[in-house]
């Protein structure tokens, strides 16, 4: 169910955090309403359906500047927290989440052995843990000697 406000009610971010719980590493606020296939919380605003991250940085700032995208600055889409939402041109918002995702896919490409080295260990490792140990590995090879496939320079 889209979440709606009763008319006699204001539009206010109160009335829009009950839908939310903190997320306490990152400091936002996850949206626990509906969300839309593409992952943004959906909300009833003005009598319309509304992206809740739109809305929560609308009552927060007053407005969104026109043809403005608002850019999740901690990449998650689900999430509401207005401070963490920058009005940016649409340009500028794909450009950096092509960035956010190379910056995965080089951690990703860093971590991983020739396929028939992954064990399970490293398999279920997160992707930081991983990244930082192999960043400690000094010979930059695996447990068994196969090299590791490296994508940023090894450091001296
Ligand atoms: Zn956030």
Known sequence: MIKR???????????????TIPEPNSGCWLWTGTLNPGGYGCVGFQGK????????????????????????LCRVRCYVNPGHLEAVTRSVNLRRGEAGQNLVSKALAKTHCQPATLTKATTYMSISAAVERASRAKDRTCANGAPVIATSPAKA
């Open 5 to 19: 406000k009763p008319a006699s009610e204001p539009y206010t971010l109160e009335w829009l955090m009950r839908w």
């Open 49 to 72: 359906t509304k992206g809740a991250h739109r809305v929560a940085y609308m009552l927060a700032n007053g407005s969104i500047s026109a043809g403005m995208d608002l850019d999740h």
